[in-house]
């Protein structure tokens, strides 16, 4: 079956804009998850759905940063006013139920950018 | 929080080499999984492996939860192996996150 998708695959910005990144996780899986890979932080947590609970928002690393995540299922991770240091690339994550016992399978990517 | 330390840092093998690959983690974790990351930065799942041993062709795992470590291990390496492998936990005091490791990167020569 199809795994997790995301897009753009690659996205340039400048500096101060937003942008919009999308996650479509594994029809089925109620949790969805975002991570970032960086060379200065290696890979770190940022957000995670499970259901219709409230997002958990620890990993965000300021309010520049928002996600939604529509009917359960597409998310959208969304920086404002994008600087330097928000170049990365952008990971999505997907498990069946979200409970510890569950394997998280990772989307390819967004790598972004930002000049 | 909990931390994952990953040892060694590079492994740079010939072709046919066997290798083992170290995750520590500094507490009790629910979820434990191996990946690889390819060339294209893929994160390719190999185990979900809390405890135990698992075996899948030339790649097997094992992980003491009661001694904090686990070991991936890659018999006959082959070019298609040479990537960067990470150990992730789910922390067992803390939400379904992932922490990971800084990863090994594997290198294998001709």
């Known amino acids: 079956g199809a795994g997790v998708s995301q897009s753009p695959s690659n996205k340039v910005t400048e500096k101060g804009k937003d942008v919009e990144l999308r996650c479509d996780p594994i029809?089925?899986?109620?949790?969805l998850y975002w991570y970032r890979q960086s060379l200065g932080q290696g890979l770190e947590f940022l957000i995670y759905f499970q259901g219709n609970s409230a997002p958990d928002k620890s990993g965000l690393p300021s309010d520049r940063f928002s996600a939604e995540r529509t009917g359960g299922s597409v998310s959208t991770l969304t920086i404002q006013r994008t600087q330097q240091e928000d170049s990365a690339v952008y990971l999505c994550?997907?498990?069946?139920?979200?409970?510890?016992?569950?394997?998280?399978?990772f989307g390819p990517g967004t790598r972004l950018t930002v000049l | 929080g909990i931390q994952v330390e990953q040892s060694p840092p590079d492994l740079i093998l010939q072709e046919g080499a066997n290798s083992t690959l170290r995750c520590n983690f500094s507490?009790?974790?629910?979820?434990l999984q191996w990946f690889h990351q390819n060339p294209w930065g893929q994160l390719i799942n190999l185990f979900y492996i809390p405890s135990g041993t698992k075996q899948n062709g030339r790649l097997s795992a094992t992980t003491v939860a009661t001694e904090r470590y686990s070991l991936l291990y890659i018999s006959s390496s082959q070019t298609t192996d040479s990537g960067v492998y990470f150990c992730a936990v789910e922390w067992s005091f803390g939400n379904e996150k992932l922490t990971f490791g800084t990863g090994t990167r594997l290198t294998i020569i001709p």
């Open positions: 029809s089925g899986h109620t949790a």
């Open positions: 994550a997907s498990s069946f139920q979200g409970r510890n016992s569950d394997t998280q399978y």
């Open positions: 507490d009790s974790v629910n979820n």
